[in-house]
């Protein structure tokens, strides 16, 4: 069976995995880069941007750098929000936004982009975006065969995670607790009472100061 | 300068502190005994708790028992607020009540029990409770004589630490993440936002599965 994975999720202390006021200037709203700090000095995140070769080496190489490189490692799909692909509402005005990554996105795979506004399918670079109104599971249905036999990443934001884990579909998620306190924002944690009582869950603090949560979830 | 510390004040992994439907049966409401159970089998708890000298010496000794063992040392008095001392509401219709704890309770140094409704002070064992109504300021001032040349420590609960948090009164800030989903009760963190600049935060993960966070006042 393959599974679905949920990786470098990062909230705050106080559960808030965006912050407020998100746009195309700021698409992690008032929270800035501050979620996602521990993760730019990583060899793994070097190498994912470096633009020469010099950069593969760089960066650090401890457990905020081995939970990063896991990310990628035998998934062969991403279903992602709406959000995560860019920062319009309602009806596509036109079809000229081709996500935030420009011309070679690091997915390299499918990705299903939930909508409820459908537009024809995309490819970009390695990556084809595909556009549907789809719940949960038949989402994860698609995926999944995209994905061939490799594993499906669900790659956020928040509410997305979320619908996913009230429908029981997670099977690894890997959340970093980033030790400070946005006050406002898309909670993560909402609706979500008991969740432990379906997973194991391993905990792992960094010298950055962020905490690696890494659910599992139980036999069904 | 003596210090102002908050210790072993958990919180679930979505930030509370305390379930919701509080009673004199469920101090704790939905949340029963699963934000400290961490705590019980430390052997600072077993030590505090037996009734006989065997006690001494049972219970862990990991760093969740360090930490335990931290929460008395140098302390001279205690700030708490109403709801830790009982769980009445509005003004005291007798003064039978006598606290959670029995004829012994753990504090041995002067309480401060804040509340709107005050009541003559009552020595119960080595412990002598002090119902004031008083703002954060006036009633640390007032633990403060009360402790000598010791700190005060700031018992809760979360509401109450809040409140100092927000006055920018407390130095020590010891939280337990506890790797549960509460999904309802009361929040620690509202209010707080940008609290970690004021903080330097170090974190230590247990293989209990809960984490410590150490929160320590940046020089003024």
């Known amino acids: 069976m393959t599974k679905l994975r949920v990786h470098n999720l990062a909230v705050s202390l106080d559960g808030f995995a965006t912050g407020e006021g998100q746009s195309l200037e700021t698409p992690f709203g008032h929270a800035g880069h501050r979620l996602m700090s521990w993760f730019f000095p990583?060899?793994?995140f070097v190498?994912?941007?470096?633009?020469?070769?010099?950069?593969?080496g760089r960066g650090t190489s401890g457990v905020d750098d081995a939970f990063a490189s896991a990310t990628n490692q035998g998934i062969g799909a991403e279903i992602m929000g709406r959000r995560k692909f860019g920062p319009q509402q309602g009806p596509w005005e036109d079809e000229s936004w081709r996500g935030w990554w420009g011309e070679e996105p690091p997915f390299h795979s499918p990705v299903v982009v939930l909508t409820h506004h459908?537009?024809?399918d995309l490819a970009v670079g390695e990556t084809t975006f595909l556009f549907r109104s789809l719940g949960p599971a038949d989402a994860l249905a698609l995926a999944t065969e995209q994905a061939g036999a490799l594993d499906v990443r669900l790659g956020g934001g928040p509410t997305v995670v979320r619908e996913f884990l009230q429908a029981d579909l997670v099977d690894h998620l890997h959340i970093v607790v980033v030790p400070i306190l946005l006050g406002r924002g898309v909670r993560l944690w909402d609706g979500l009472e008991g969740l432990e009582d379906r997973f194991s869950v391993e905990v792992t603090a960094s010298t950055s100061g962020v905490v690696h949560y890494v659910f599992t979830r139980l036999p069904r």
């Open 47 to 56: 190498a994912m941007t470096g633009h020469d070769d010099e950069a593969v």
């Open 118 to 120: 459908e537009r024809p």
């Open 42 to 44: 990583t060899r793994s």
